[in-house]
């Protein structure tokens, strides 16, 4: 929180805590003289309250002081403490006859000679003293809460960084894919297959970078966004491969971060091919495991991929999920029980608004 308006509030609670302190001392003079059998008068009480505004006011103005020079050595600070509470003492100790020339208090009529003006000088001393002590406790506070704020603030500011590098990461190697494809295709004399993959390579990044990395996506858009990339791959390798979906209607709404799934989809494709004239049939399906999501994209391909999820796809996904979620998400991959590559991916069940 920053801004003129914090910086309102701030002063506002100070002139309030004051107000609050100096009346729980004159709270406690009143409660100690009724104690003692001398109970103030009634009549006086108009000017004790006087007394307590003129308090609260002088209270903040050492505030004030005291907060200009807060980035100051100590010795600097120590020293103006000092002044500002023997200032403090004086200048209240002079408002005592000012304020009983217009409404009575509890001191005699007796004059204001210099030896009366120390003796309530010295007497004040040790309330504005309290005072100060807990103004610089309450700077104190304020400091430390304004260092936690930053230091939360930068680490943020380092996680959406960590998560935009890890984001931005996916389609340059995707990009480099794809130019591949197409070159394969030129050279092969596909020029028809090039243009549409050109087109359909167009849309994709046409989809993709209007997303904002740090945002998460519904899961039946991510799957779609994952369906325009595969269709890429059919123009590669047409009649190879089948692709199924199997979101259950009911999760479709929930949210995934932006393209989690495409190093997943991409180390299917690259890893999970068969040879030529064998279809590799490649599933993205999700489920929900408690109050968890889990999303998995499996091939029946040879098992390609790298033990238990080596792969540089994988260990993007991993970092990404990690920077996001903690310990709250995790990826799990390696080859599949019966054949081919699966890697499944764990992580907060949660619907979009």
């Not at 494809?181 to 390579?201: C, K, S």
């Not at 997943?264 to 399906?285: D, S």
């Not at 970092?319 to 499944?344: C, Q, S, V, W």
């Amino acid at each position: 929180m920053s801004g003129p308006s914090a910086s309102r509030r701030e002063w506002a609670q100070t002139a309030a805590i004051a107000l609050v302190f100096w009346s729980g001392i004159e709270l406690w003079t009143l409660i100690v003289n009724a104690t003692r059998g001398s109970p103030i008068p009634w009549r006086y009480m108009p000017g004790h309250a006087a007394g307590v505004v003129i308090a609260a006011i002088l209270g903040v103005a050492g505030f004030a002081v005291l907060r200009t020079l807060r980035h100051r050595p100590v010795t600097v600070r120590a020293a103006a403490t000092i002044v500002t509470l023997l200032v403090l003492a004086a200048l209240f100790a002079l408002s005592m006859p000012a304020i009983h020339a217009f409404t009575p208090m509890l001191r005699t009529d007796d004059g204001f000679g210099p030896q009366q003006y120390l003796a309530e000088s010295l007497y004040w001393l040790t309330p504005f003293g309290m005072w100060l002590l807990l103004v610089l406790v309450l700077e104190s506070g304020r400091k430390a809460r304004v260092r936690e704020a930053n230091l939360s603030a930068a680490l943020i500011a380092a996680k959406e960084a960590e998560i935009r590098a890890l984001h931005y990461q996916v389609n340059p190697h995707f990009l480099y894919n794809a130019l591949n494809a197409i070159a394969t295709l030129i050279l092969d004399g596909r020029n028809a297959q090039a243009e549409r993959m050109v087109l359909r390579l167009s849309d994709f990044f046409r989809s993709s970078l209007a997303r904002d990395p740090l945002a998460e996506v519904k899961l039946a858009d991510e799957v779609a966004q994952q369906r325009l990339y595969l269709e890429l791959e059919e123009l590669r390798y047409p009649d190879c491969l089948e692709i199924v979906v199997d979101v259950p209607p009911e999760l479709a709404a929930a949210e995934v971060p932006s393209l989690i799934l495409q190093p997943l989809v991409e180390n299917a494709v690259k890893h999970g091919v068969h040879a030529p004239g064998r279809q590799t049939r490649i599933e993205i399906a999700a489920r929900t495991a408690g109050d968890q999501l889990v999303v998995q994209v499996t091939d029946n391909g040879p098992g390609g991929g790298g033990p238990a999820g080596t792969g540089v796809g994988i260990a993007n996904v991993r970092k990404r999920l990690e920077a996001r979620f903690g310990a709250a998400a995790g990826i799990d991959a390696g080859p599949h029980p019966e054949r081919g590559y699966m890697a499944a991916i764990t992580l907060p069940l949660r619907f979009a608004g």
